[in-house]
């Protein structure tokens, strides 16, 4: 990746970072007519916070508008970026979920550390790793990349829908 060009060619996904996960899908779902919505308390590996392994738990509730996904996260146990966001700043738009082409993962987290935007929270859940880059006080918001390990079939039934489940050929 050249540091003169773009390396983000798409954004996936908007995360909030919420103290009740359930109020606030149902406030969306109620208000705005996003959802259903489908959440998980997914069971997470490889949990690092800034480079050193760190376990911590979330809640995690996603639902589309077309191919747009919205996610909402409720920090539950350990420390996390999301409950530093939530101390410092109070609830609100937390990250966005980028694509970056055909990049490499690890490149990808190479490329943003040398651009000055290293990786402060990473995992992995099922088939999937994701991190999110040091990038709120730069970009004013965090970012997260992800990569899905060929293997990858979707994700795991949720633990519950608000308010019932989606059709089946959302793009969930």
């Known amino acids: 990746m050249n540091t003169a060009t773009p390396w983000i060619t798409g954004v996936r996904q908007i995360c909030l970072a919420v ?21 998980w308390t997914p069971k ?24 747009f996904m919205w996610e909402v996260v409720q920090p539950l146990e350990g420390p996390s970026i999301f409950r530093e966001f939530l101390d410092e700043h109070g609830e609100g738009v937390h990250h966005v979920l980028v694509e970056t082409g055909t990049e490499d993962f690890d490149q990808v987290l190479a490329e943003a550390t040398a651009r000055g935007l290293p990786p402060i929270m990473e995992g992995s859940w099922e088939e999937t790793d994701f991190a999110y880059l040091q990038s709120e006080h730069a970009l004013k918001t965090n970012i997260e990349v992800l990569r899905r390990s060929p293997i990858f079939k979707g994700r795991p039934e949720p633990d519950y829908y608000y308010p019932f489940p989606p059709p089946q050929d959302s793009p969930e």
């Open 44 to 67: 997470l590996t490889n949990t690092k916070i800034r480079g050193k392994t760190q376990p911590y738990s979330l809640r995690v509730a996603m639902a589309w508008t077309g191919d």
């Open 19 to 39: 103290e009740d996960c359930d109020a606030t899908i149902r406030r969306y779902y109620d208000q705005v007519g996003i959802g259903p919505w489908a959440v």
